[in-house]
């Protein structure tokens, strides 16, 4: 019996199956120096332990988006190992505040499960979820990814696709707990907008752009424990479709998110993902450029407001024309992304 | 008198001769994190501080192999700054747990010497040793590099060739402290194979394959504080034999080790290295892939077994044959390594 | 309003104008680990908790250098932007010990302003400070860059130039908190060469070279919030004048220091910068060299010494025959540094 795996394939998932995965993981500071040092985040509550106490946190608390990478990369040698695309992400919400030294393991569910019609791959749905070490909920997150079936033979499971909410509802937005934003300085945050100079329909250029190395993507996926030969192995690639090592996904929207910085200092939080397409692949050499729209706007407290954003981010295409999907610069877009971060209101 | 060296060579040496090797060393969770970044390591053991101490120790312990890397890192400027060759090792034990924390010195005595014919080089043979802040050992090795002459004329030292085990005994390997294999989490730690599931003789082609990039392992031997020339000094280096900078074998080691999860992943402690080749020297772009055979197996206690594994790592080709030193592909090998990991025992 | 910002320019900045720079950072073992994985420094102080405490600190110190880059990176944004040269450095202080775990925020002061003949760009002056989380000094420095103006037609500000101290007087360098030198042991540090060794107009060629990778400098330079476009954006640096990313000057500097290290292994406190110059820029594939010479030399105390250093480093060129500034080598040459390293004393 051979003691390695090449992963699942379409015909092993089985509707409504739970997956337990593999590795236990510890988030240091360590680990959040080193995803400063991959990005340049400049967010202030996770940049500075005095920062973070002077809104009301214990210390600087882990970065959203690298708690989503670890939990995402738990589940890819289970979900995705023989993915021949990663389709989407829906539902996406950060439910608990995690600090350097928590400890995470993550499940999945299979909740959705559609052979295509060409026999050879189907869309498998799960709903992953990230515990901390008292098994508490820290995030949760739909996606589907299409799957290779190893056996084309194998007979087609019974379809089901789940129904998706279009956009997490503002009023589920977990706040981290202690949050008091009232003491928030803008003057060291690095920009003086808050949540209530920002208008629905409003266009923002993040302005900069950042080249991505073989190794910068190849250091952040490992650090994820993200297994994903694509990303690893230059030889095998050769012969893929891409013809060379392609970027996981989550590091276009980790530049993407420290780009934003420019424009949106204040939105230090994610607190939820409501969907995301990966447009294009990224690769080692692409230069990285993104800008966002408001879509929604909502007051959740006298101290704290949501933004629900899209961040376009796309490679060699700086974006002051603001480019989009669908139209003539459609090759040179890689991430559409919509979710809701949270902001500091002006106090009156 | 110059205050800058060039190290020494191999008639500086004398049988008996002890080296107090610079440069004392905190390993702290950011060198931890990096570690994992660099490699990828999935051990549970040593990747979560909560699984650590499901199994009765205090924290994520040191993974084994950065020990070894920081204590070699410190022998290389008094070693082998001018070494031809790093031809082999024996006898490596890991005697003490280390924690992120703990500080580290090491020492060194020469064990053997022996001029070669050619009367250009010689080999010396060091046992080295590390120590923590305690001033517990925390382990030890033997190797022996082949050393230039700095001066021709130079006579030949007495030849003694050290008695080297062919392996450590199984009955000498030390047990971290603490450690109770009792209550490992198959599934958490991602593999159900324990210790009683390998059988002597048994092959286990690891799959993935890993790209190095040239600041990847640049950026792990500094992190060891290793300052052999061949690795970072690309100009230097296209006048050599090589024609480029050649990645230090340890990173090979390594990278070997965190793809044998595949397969091995509840062989979380490496407890000692019995013998190790560098069969050819690896490159930046080359793709690193590994298979491992069981050489021997030793149950230590009802809930802790010893494998003794041999590892081959191969560049740019895949593993699924099984690929042999000594045959027609040995130039696509880079390492032959003999080692012992400790697995828990299915509970009854 | 647009929300993002393309930074000052020349016209922008008013003497003594005051400007608080986003963005707060704590300094943790991450950090300092990826420090000295990106430049494999050595010195025993910053390496090692238990040798930190030999010599009277708490634990291992925050490199100086580090700090000075992370307070650097701080300036970016609202200083350097839209710099069209750095220019020098002058009056460069550690004025306190930084340990892991501490916060810091940065101002700046604008000291000098002079428009230059063709009415282009002008040469800003500014006095930047580094604080702690109790709101104490623990750096400050003058820079002056020459900076481009946005409109043409923007009148000139009266011309100011500051007196600049040709040095800090030694008298004024500040010893760490705790410093105790007498119990510092030389052989585990790695050189038998103390303060009182090293002889004015004595010349150091440090040997060994080191190769710059894209990532790395990326990778460092976004560790110290460092935003300058022209070291992370490769398509536009392409229609730039150097026709590729250029690596931060600092890095450099990180580069050298660490070079240093054999010949000046007990030099492991800058306690000032006297002035810097950054005579060619560097970029990714250049292999970095250095050399030093004394240039003074002062008796801090029984147990500590100070030494005036100039430190040239190269591109390309080894340094064993001691390459100058104006000489036939300059355009080999990438920095001519001008600093103060603090040394142990021998006992008697």
Known sequence: MAKSSSGNFFEDFRLGQEIVHAVPRTITTGDTALYSALYGMRFPVQSSDAFAQSVGLERAPIDDLLLFHVIFGKTVPDISLNAVANLGYADCRMIRSAYPGDSFTARSKVIGLRENANGKTGIVYVRSTGFNQHGEEVLSYVR?????????????????????????????????????????????????????????????????????????????????????????????????????????????????????????????????????????????????????????????????????????????????????????????????????????????
Chains 1, 2, 3 share one sequence.
């Open 144 to 348: 589907w990814v299409m799957v290779a079936k190893r056996d084309l033979a194998a007979p087609a499971p019974e379809t089901f696709v789940p129904e998706l909410p279009e956009r997490v509802a503002p009023e589920a937005l977990a706040l981290p707990e202690g949050l008091a934003f009232s003491a928030y300085d803008r003057a060291v945050a690095g920009s003086p907008y808050f949540f209530d100079d920002y208008e629905v329909g409003e266009r923002i250029d993040h302005i900069d752009g950042m080249t991505i190395e073989e190794a910068e993507h190849q250091i952040a996926t490992r650090l994820y424990q993200n297994t994903a030969k694509g990303h690893f192995d230059e030889r095998l690639q050769r012969e893929s479709r891409f013809g060379r090592r392609i970027v996981y996904g989550g590091h276009v929207i980790s530049l993407a998110r420290s780009l934003s910085f420019n424009g949106l200092a204040n939105a230090g939080f994610v607190a939820a993902i409501n969907g995301g397409r990966h447009v294009n692949p990224a690769a080692g050499g692409n230069t990285i450029y993104c800008w966002s729209s408001v879509l929604e706007k909502y007051e959740q407290r006298a101290d704290v407001g949501a933004l629900r954003l899209r961040t376009i981010a796309t490679k060699d295409l700086p974006c002051a024309d603001f480019p989009q999907t669908g139209g003539p610069n459609e090759s040179s877009i890689l991430l559409d992304l919509d979710y809701w971060v949270l902001m500091p209101r002006a106090t009156r």
